[in-house]
């Protein structure tokens, strides 16, 4: 099982060798990645699924600069959406783009600390 997600394990390894379009969709990803505001959502997401206001709260943002960051990051397939009474609750979209941000916010922590790098 998969600790973040909590689905089944999936192979984290792909054996092909990475092509243009593979490239592309990656550096896609990362371009969304490298917004602080935009990877603080994915983070809070990668934890749990929420609302704007949840988000808003945690982030510090303002409720506008939060909700265009999750049109972006929706836009771009990063998150999903499903409707709970008259919230919209988001969503990170998959284990492999958790587990991305997941890591490096681990290794801006060891970055950060000092702590000696590891596998």
């Keep these: 099982m998969d600790n973040i ?3 089944p394990a999936a192979s984290l390894q792909h054996p092909d060798a990475p092509d243009a ?13 490298s917004d602080p505001t935009r ?14 206001s ?3 709260e945690r982030t510090g943002a303002s409720r506008t600069s939060v909700s265009q ?3 972006k990051l929706r836009f771009s397939g990063l998150v ?7 919230h919209i609750i988001y969503s990170i979209a998959g284990g492999h783009l958790a587990r991305l ?8 922590d060891h970055k950060v600390t000092g702590e000696s790098v590891h596998d």
Excluded at 80 to 86: G, N
Excluded at 101 to 106: A, C, F, H, S, Y
């Design 5 to 7: 997600t909590g689905a």
């Design 21 to 33: 379009l593979r490239l592309d969709a990656a550096t896609a990803t990362f371009r969304m990645l």
């Design 39 to 52: 990877l603080h959502i994915l983070w809070l997401l990668a934890q749990e699924p929420s609302d704007v």
């Design 54 to 56: 949840f988000l808003v």
């Design 69 to 71: 960051h999750l049109a």
């Design 80 to 86: 999903t959406t499903r409707k709970d009474s008259r």
């Design 101 to 108: 941000v997941m890591e490096g916010l681990n290794h801006a």
